[in-house]
């Protein structure tokens, strides 16, 4: 099981790094550089892995890994039940709509996206990971959580992406308190500079958060007095999402 365990942990670093090499994978995990250079060889023959075409001596994601994804989450009833709300929450405002959903508290992932129609826009490719705290997906669950994981996350440490990121135990507190409140978060470069989003999380029949949709935009076109009507419009399309998700 300890080969399998490290196996996926590879996979995992070489889709966080790609394209990667054998000794910088070696350094992630301080093993012997053989350990990781038989553990690629053999992802690359099942297929999640394959060589860069650029530069052979760098790994990346394959085939498998690509096909797989959709895959799953085409059998999955959240993604069943998100795709048509999110393409008219897209619609509605001609931006980018992501659904992420937590990886426990140790970041949100991005696992579906509907583009907008305007030259400049955001872009998370799918998979891209966030933290909890600095982002509105993020903080959309953590409202929803409870208040032991969110205690739980303040000790593990708030790192700072920008100045106005909630790095202070009380000023996360009450962000997520007015998340509560209002029934969704903003995001305004807090994580990403220049990259703005209003967010709210997709509940499970007791309350759960499973997930949260976000419209995201660029900083240029985010307007503070929009964004209630945004929020509204967020908070409404993952009540629908929840819904369809419970066959309700």
């Known amino acids: 099981m300890k080969s399998v365990t490290r196996s996926l942990r590879i996979l995992e670093a070489v889709a966080q790094h790609q394209p990667v ?12 550089k053989s350990t990781v250079q038989r553990t690629l060889v053999s992802l690359a023959e099942a297929g999640w ?3 860069n075409r650029k530069d052979t001596t760098r790994w990346e994601i394959g085939a498998r890994v690509l096909a797989v994804r959709p895959a799953a989450l085409q059998g999955s009833s959240l993604f069943a039940a998100a795709r048509e709300p999110m393409v008219r929450l897209r619609d509605a405002v ?3 709509i992501h659904l992420s959903v937590p990886d426990a508290l140790q970041c949100m992932v991005v696992v579906d996206r509907v583009d907008c129609d305007h030259p400049v826009r955001t872009f998370h490719t799918i998979g891209d990971t966030s933290p909890l705290h600095a982002t509105a997906v993020g903080r959309a ?5 409870p208040r032991r994981d969110v205690e739980d996350l303040i000790a593990a440490g ?10 202070e135990p009380d000023e ?12 969704y978060a903003v995001n305004r470069n807090q994580f990403r500079p220049g990259v703005c989003a209003v967010a ?15 419209v995201s935009m660029p900083e240029a076109r985010y307007d ?11 908070a409404d399309t993952a009540a629908e999402i929840s819904q369809r998700r419970l066959g309700a």
Do not use: C, Q
């Open 172 to 183: 996360l507190r009450a962000e997520l308190d007015r998340i509560r409140t209002d029934g």
């Open 21 to 32: 090499t054998v000794g910088e994978l070696t350094k992630i995990f301080g093993l012997p």
């Open 141 to 145: 669950v953590l409202a929803h959580l």
């Open 224 to 234: 503070e007095e929009r964004a209630p009507k945004w929020g509204r419009l967020v």
């Open 200 to 214: 709210a999380a997709v509940l499970d029949e007791d309350g759960t958060p499973l997930a949260a949709v976000a």
């Open 158 to 167: 708030l790192e700072r992406f920008s100045d106005t990121t909630p790095g």
């Open 49 to 51: 892995l394959r060589a």
């Open 94 to 96: 001609n931006e980018t």
